[in-house]
């Protein structure tokens, strides 16, 4: 059983969904998905219905794969009601991932980020050897530059939730997002206080051009130097400019059976 984790409001289950195909569709194996939301502002959390669309789903692969709901609102609003970092950029979702060590979860699990991919069987990334690690991660593309050369992306890890238990990494960086004011609340809070973690190749948590070998596909932030200087944030449900933009089309076929499952038309 390769067990997956991802964290979100319902809107973002497009991306749960999406991610969610590409991985059945490269996936012989049973898979556990896990699903952390909340109720929190003005955010609606993710729904049974969705969940039991998801669970119907991966069950057409595999009879023995699962989806679990996990309602966080109680032990997110208890530790992060006078935080720093709730008015942010990104949703207090995004924090979700730093209370896994709270909730029954199998002991190793990837973390996938919503706007991601997968190229190829997961279990190729499941099964790295994190046994003395806290998290196997992939150095983040711009970070690297700007911040450090070990700054870790957080949006996909490998995480070993015991090893995490013992060190309290968690249980620091959420004690440090409540304090302290950052651009990149829990991507910040891991790399200021990881101890123990694995650096893994990019082909895990490619946040570039797609690649032969890329495992996972990340649509995050890129910068782009011509004709000028800016920035592309394209998520993979935004087909129009994946085509235009990005000049993707190997997730056509994943676009049409979202279709087919949801009657939702992408665009």
């Avoid at 070993?160 to 991507?187: C, G, H, W, Y």
């Amino acid at each position: 059983m390769i067990s997956l984790m991802y964290t979100g409001n319902d809107k973002v289950f497009k991306g749960i969904l999406l991610s969610t195909l590409s991985i059945i569709k490269h996936t012989d194996e049973p898979i556990n998905i896990n699903i952390l939301t909340m109720t929190i502002d003005n955010f609606k959390p993710i729904s049974m219905e969705m969940i039991n669309l998801l669970d119907s789903v991966i069950k057409k692969k595999n009879k023995d794969s699962f989806v679990k709901l996990y309602d966080c609102t109680d032990i997110f609003i208890n530790e992060m009601k006078d935080s720093k970092n709730l008015n942010n950029f990104y949703t207090p979702y995004c924090l979700l991932r730093l209370f896994s060590d709270l909730i029954e979860l199998p002991e190793k699990i990837i973390y996938l980020d919503t706007d991601t991919m997968i190229n190829k069987s997961i279990k190729e990334f499941y099964d790295i050897d994190v046994s003395d690690y806290e998290f196997a991660g992939v150095v983040d593309r711009l970070g690297r530059w700007f911040i450090d050369v070990n700054y870790i992306n957080s949006g996909v890890l490998l995480l070993n939730l015991e090893k995490i238990r013992e060190t309290k990494l968690f249980v620091k960086s959420r004690e440090l997002i409540k304090n302290k004011k950052m651009a990149f609340p829990d991507q910040s809070a891991l790399n200021k206080l990881k101890q123990f973690y694995l650096k893994i190749p990019s082909i895990y948590n490619n946040q570039g051009n797609i690649k032969k070998n890329t495992v996972v596909k990340h649509f995050s932030k890129s910068i782009r130097f011509l004709p000028f200087y800016h920035t592309i944030n394209v998520k993979q449900w935004d087909v129009v400019n994946v085509h235009k933009k990005l000049k993707i089309h190997m997730y056509d076929d994943i676009y049409i059976e979202y279709e087919k499952v949801t009657g939702e038309k992408l665009c």
